[in-house]
C-alpha cells in the first residue's frame, strides 16, 4: 500500500527515490527540489533528501491509511500480503488478551521491532502464548499516525537484536499548525460489530517562527460486540455442514453424564431444555443447545498524546513526546463450569436423579448406570450467568532530549521512559476443591450440595463454588541513547560518503502475577501464568553510506550489544544498490542476527490448554476428523539454560521503472535461523510418544479403561490428561520466499487516470525442526503457512475524486495446521481451495477543509472457507470477513 510521494527532485534523482523505495513513484515538479529537506528514513540512521538506503522500505501514508476502512492498526497491517496479524484484540483463547500483534515472513511477533518515531516501546504485560513478546498495536491510535514505514528485512545491524524479520515505524506529525478533526464511523451488514472513532489534532506555534512547537492529539475509539445470532456460521454451530464437527453446546440445561466404569455411552440428564441427540464424535446421548454467545469483545480505549520542541540557537532544540494509552476490553466468556469431565463416586447415593437414569436393556446387559460406579458429569452451572473477563491496559510513554549539530554532525541525545500495565479481572471461576465437594454431595444426595439433576440450584449452593481472579503484569522498558551522523563525512570520487554511530543502554522488566487461587491450581479448566525477569543491554553501532563509483550505493553496518545474561554480539550488515541505467537497479544485502531468549522463555510458569488429535485413541474408537480433537492440559516452563537465536538474512532484487507511469520490484530474500527457540510441540510429541524416548514420560493419561478396552481391540491408552511442553533451542528455521510489486498509472487526460497496483507475497520454502538434532521439514502449504497472498488494487481518480477495488486473495492449503504433524486418514491430500475478498472504497475532498472517505469492505459477503483436519476445526479467514460485508465511512475537517 504504498503511495505516490508529494516531494520531488530532479529526473536522475526521482527514478533513483523510486527505484529505492521499492517502486515509489515522484510526481512532483524537479524545481521544487531545492525545498527538499533531509529526513531520516527507517533503514539507516543517516538523514537523505527524501530516498532511502539500498534496502527498500514501504510507506504507508495518511490518505492511503484512510482508504481501506481500517479502525485499527491491526486491521490495516492485516491488508498487506507480506504481514499477517497473530493477535487482533478480540481473541478469547489466549494469554495475551486485548491485544494486537503483527507478524512479518511467518515468523512470530517477537521477530518484529515496532517503532514509534523510531524509538522502541515497551511491550504488552502479557506474553502471547505466554513466550512471545510484543509490542500491543493497540496501543497506537491509527488517527494520530501519519504514515507507516514497513522494512521487511533483517535490521539488527542498525536497531538491535529483534530487528530479526523486520521494523514497522510508525510516525506522527510534527510542526503542525492549526486544527483538524476526524471520525470513523463502520457497522457491519448484520447490525452488530459498530465501530466509532474520533480525534482531534491540534498544532500551536511554529519551530521557524516563533521557535517552539506544541501538537496536541486525543484519539477515542468504540467497538461493540458481535454476536453469534446474527451471523449464520456461528448461529449455527452445527458445522457438519462444512465437512466440520457439532460444536452445539451439550453440557447446557442440563449436560450429561456417562458412566465411567462400564464403558458404556453417556446420557443426557433427563430434562434436556433443548434437543436431545447422539454425539457423532463419543456416541454419548446428549442434550444439545446452541446459546447466543458473544463473539467479539467491547473495546473502549482513549488515547492522549503531546510533542513539544522549543528551538534554541544555532538549530539547536529541545523535544519532549509524552503519550498515555487506556484501553478496556470487555469479554463474555462462557458459563462457569465444573472441572473437566468431573468424577464422583456414587457408592451410597440416595440422589433421585440416578434412578432416572436407563436401566439394563431387553438382553439383560447394563446399558445404563450401576450403583457404586464412578460417573462423569459434564454440565455448565449456567445459574451463575456467563463469566465475564475485564482486561485493563495502560500504556504510558515518555521521551525527552536535544537534538542540534556539533560542528558538521547532526546529533541528538535522548531518554525515554515507557510501560504497559495490564491486568484480567474475570468472575465466577469456579473453585475445584468447593465445587468438587458440593457436586459430590449433591450425588450422594446430601443436603446443601449441587444437584447436577435438578434443573435449577439455589444461589446458596452456586456462589460459594464461584470466586473472581486478577492477573496483573507490567513491563518497563527505559532507554539513554546517544547517536550522531554525518551525510557528507568525506567524498569518494566527487560523491559524499556519510556515517553515522551511536549508542545505547537500555533496560527491561517484566513482572506478570498471577491470581494466588488460579496460581495454586484450584481455578477449574483454566491454567496460570507466571513471569519476572529482567535484562540490561549495552549497544554501540555505526553506519557508512558509500557510493561506489557514479552508479553504486553501498550500506556497511555494524552493532555490537552486551546482554548481562547472554554476553556479547556482534552483527554486521552490507547492502549495495547498482543503477546501471536510469530505468533499472539491482539491490542486494545480507545481514546477521542475535536473538536472545525473551524474559518469560527464561522465566516462566505457565499452565495452559492445547488442541491435539491423539490417534492412539482415535484410530481404535473410530474417530475421524474433527470428532478426534483433546484438548489436554499444557505445563509450560521457562528455561534459563536456553541459547540464543541466531540468523543470516539475505535478500536481493530487481526494480524497473522502463516508463514514468510503471514500476515493478521483486524481491527474494532468505532467513536461515538456527537455535530457534519454542516450545516442544505438542502434536509432535503425541505423534512420537512411543518412537523417541522420553516423550511418554511427558504425557499424562488417565487410567485405562478395562471395560473400554474390551469393547475396542487395539485401545490400551486412557484419556490424554496433560502434556509437558519445554521452551528448547528445537533446531533450525530456514525460509525463502518473493515480493512482487507493481504499480501502474494509465493517464486519460482530461478524463483523469486509471491506477493499478499488484502486491504478491510467495514463500518459496518454510522448513523448520520440531525437536533437538532433527532436520528441518518443510511446514509450507498448510493452514498456518499459505504459499502466497495477493492484493489487486484498481482505482480511477477524476480531479478530487476517487473510486477503488481492492481484491484480497489467499493461496488453497491442505487440509492441515501443519504438514509434519500425522496426517489426518479423513482428510488426507484433501485441499482447502483459495479465496478472495473485495473491498471497495469512494474517497473526495470537498470545499472548506472537508474530506469524506466511504467503503464496504468484503463486498461480495464471501462465505465460509472451512478447514476440518482434527487440529484446525475452524474457518480458515479471519474472524472480520467471516462475519460479512462492513460499511463504513471516515471524515475529516480541518480548520483554517
Request: charged residues 20%; aromatic residues 8%; proline residues 5%.
Amino acid at each position: 500500500m504504498k503511495t505516490i510521494q508529494e516531494k520531488s527532485c530532479a529526473r536522475a534523482v526521482r527514478i533513483a527515490c523510486g527505484l529505492l523505495a521499492g517502486a515509489t513513484l515522484l510526481t512532483a515538479h524537479a524545481q521544487e527540489a531545492e525545498k527538499a529537506q533531509r529526513v531520516v528514513i527507517t533503514g539507516s540512521n543517516i538523514s537523505r533528501i527524501d530516498v532511502e538506503g539500498p534496502t527498500p522500505v514501504e510507506v504507508i501514508k495518511r490518505d492511503a491509511i484512510e482508504k481501506t476502512g481500517a479502525g485499527t492498526v491491526a486491521e490495516l497491517l492485516s491488508k498487506i500480503p507480506s504481514m499477517s496479524i497473530a493477535l487482533d484484540g478480540t481473541s478469547t483463547s489466549t494469554f495475551a488478551g486485548g491485544a494486537a500483534s503483527a507478524q512479518l515472513r511467518g515468523l512470530d511477533a517477537k521477530y518484529v521491532l515496532v517503532l514509534l518515531n523510531g524509538r522502541r516501546l515497551a511491550n504488552y504485560g502479557f506474553a502471547d502464548g505466554a513466550e512471545n513478546t510484543f509490542v500491543d498495536l493497540n496501543s497506537l491510535p491509527l488517527a494520530a499516525i501519519e504514515s507507516v514505514e514497513i522494512l521487511r528485512d533483517g535490521a539488527s545491524a542498525i536497531y538491535g537484536s529483534d530487528a530479526v524479520a523486520g521494523v514497522i515505524n510508525f510516525k506522527t506529525r510534527k510542526n503542525y499548525q492549526g486544527a483538524e478533526v476526524s471520525a470513523n464511523v463502520g457497522q457491519n451488514e448484520k447490525g452488530d460489530g459498530g465501530s466509532y472513532n474520533v480525534s482531534l489534532t491540534a498544532g500551536f506555534g511554529d519551530i521557524d517562527k516563533d521557535g517552539q512547537n506544541l501538537l496536541l492529539t486525543i484519539d477515542a475509539f468504540k467497538r461493540t460486540p458481535l454476536w453469534s445470532n446474527k451471523h449464520a456460521y456461528y448461529a449455527n454451530p452445527d458445522h457438519r455442514q462444512y465437512g466440520g464437527s457439532d460444536g452445539r453446546s451439550t453440557s447446557l440445561y442440563l449436560g450429561s453424564v456417562r458412566d465411567f466404569d462400564n464403558g458404556e455411552p453417556g446420557y443426557a440428564i433427563p430434562g434436556c431444555r433443548g434437543t436431545v441427540g447422539t454425539s457423532a464424535g463419543t456416541g454419548d446421548q446428549v442434550c444439545f443447545t446452541s446459546p447466543v454467545n458473544q463473539i467479539s469483545p467491547h473495546i473502549e480505549r482513549l488515547g492522549v498524546s503531546a510533542i513539544y520542541t522549543k528551538q534554541l540557537s544555532n538549530g539547536n532544540e529541545l523535544f519532549a513526546e509524552a503519550g498515555i494509552t487506556t484501553s478496556k476490553t470487555t469479554v463474555q466468556q462462557s458459563f462457569p463450569r465444573f472441572n473437566s469431565g468431573f468424577l464422583g463416586n456414587t457408592a451410597g447415593s440416595t440422589n433421585p436423579g440416578l434412578a432416572g437414569l436407563p436401566g439394563p436393556s431387553a438382553d439383560g446387559s447394563l446399558a445404563g448406570f450401576t450403583m457404586g460406579d464412578r460417573l462423569q458429569v459434564f454440565r455448565d452451572i449456567y445459574e451463575a450467568g456467563r463469566s465475564e473477563q475485564v482486561l485493563a491496559s495502560d500504556t504510558v510513554r515518555f521521551v525527552g532530549g536535544w537534538r542540534g549539530t556539533i560542528g558538521k554532525w547532526d546529533s541528538e541525545a535522548a531518554i525515554s521512559l515507557n510501560q504497559n500495565h495490564v491486568t484480567d479481572t474475570t468472575s465466577k471461576q469456579v473453585l475445584k476443591d468447593v465445587s468438587s465437594a458440593s457436586l459430590q454431595a449433591g450425588l450422594l444426595g446430601q443436603a446443601g450440595g449441587y444437584d447436577p439433576f435438578a434443573y435449577w440450584n439455589p444461589a446458596s449452593v452456586v456462589n460459594p463454588m464461584l470466586t473472581t481472579t486478577v492477573r496483573s503484569a507490567t513491563s518497563r522498558l527505559g532507554m539513554l541513547e546517544w547517536k550522531m551522523s554525518n551525510p557528507e563525512l568525506f567524498n569518494l570520487a566527487g560523491a559524499p560518503v556519510g556515517f553515522a554511530w551511536g549508542a545505547q543502554f537500555s533496560r527491561e522488566t517484566i513482572n506478570d502475577v498471577p491470581d494466588p487461587v488460579m496460581a495454586a491450581g484450584n481455578i477449574a479448566n483454566y491454567g496460570a501464568v507466571s513471569s519476572k525477569a529482567s535484562r540490561s543491554v549495552v549497544s554501540a553501532y555505526g553506519e557508512f553510506n558509500i557510493p561506489v563509483g557514479k552508479t553504486i550505493e553501498m550500506q556497511a553496518a555494524l552493532r555490537g550489544d552486551h546482554y548481562n545474561d547472554f554476553g556479547n554480539s556482534v552483527n554486521p550488515k552490507l547492502a549495495i544498490a547498482w543503477r546501471p541505467t536510469n530505468t533499472i537497479m539491482l539491490r542486494a544485502a545480507a545481514t546477521t542476527s542475535f536473538k536472545a531468549p525473551t524474559l518469560p522463555e527464561i522465566n516462566s510458569t505457565t499452565t495452559a490448554y492445547v488442541t491435539v488429535a491423539d490417534w492412539a485413541r482415535c484410530g481404535p474408537l473410530g474417530y475421524v476428523g474433527p470428532n478426534c480433537s483433546y484438548s489436554p492440559k499444557a505445563y509450560l516452563k521457562g528455561n534459563p539454560d536456553l541459547k540464543a537465536e541466531k540468523a543470516n538474512n539475505f535478500s536481493a532484487g530487481i526494480v524497473l521503472q522502463p516508463v514514468k507511469d510503471l514500476s515493478v520490484a521483486l524481491d527474494w530474500y532468505a532467513i536461515n535461523q538456527r537455535d530457534t527457540i519454542q516450545a516442544l510441540d505438542a502434536q509432535y510429541l503425541l505423534d512420537n510418544e512411543d518412537k523417541i524416548a522420553g516423550f511418554a514420560a511427558l504425557i499424562g493419561r488417565d487410567p485405562r479403561n478395562a471395560a473400554l478396552e474390551a469393547k475396542y481391540p487395539g485401545l490400551n491408552k486412557g484419556r490424554i490428561n496433560n502434556v509437558t511442553l519445554p521452551y528448547m533451542n528445537v533446531g533450525k528455521t530456514q525460509i525463502q520466499g518473493l515480493d512482487l510489486d507493481a504499480n501502474y498509472t494509465l493517464k486519460l487526460a482530461e478524463f483523469g487516470k486509471v491506477k493499478f497496483r499488484e502486491t504478491h507475497s510467495h514463500f518459496l520454502s518454510y522448513k523448520q525442526s520440531i525437536a533437538p538434532g532433527q532436520e528441518p521439514t518443510s511446514r509450507l502449504d498448510g493452514v498456518y503457512h499459505p504459499k502466497w497472498s495477493n492484493s489487486f488494487r484498481v482505482a480511477y481518480e477524476y480531479k478530487q475524486y476517487e473510486g477503488g477495488l481492492t481484491a484480497r486473495t489467499y493461496a488453497s492449503t491442505k487440509n492441515i495446521d501443519d504438514p509434519t504433524h500425522s496426517q489426518d486418514p479423513a482428510v488426507t491430500n484433501k485441499r482447502i481451495p483459495s479465496y478472495t475478498v473485495w473491498d471497495m472504497n469512494f474517497s473526495t475532498r470537498l470545499r472548506a477543509g472537508w474530506s469524506v472517505n466511504v467503503g464496504v469492505n468484503n463486498l461480495f459477503d464471501k462465505g465460509v472457507v472451512y478447514a476440518n483436519a482434527a487440529s484446525i476445526d475452524a474457518p480458515v479467514q479471519s474472524k472480520s470477513d467471516l462475519v460479512g460485508r462492513y460499511i463504513y465511512a471516515n471524515m475529516r475537517y480541518a480548520f483554517k
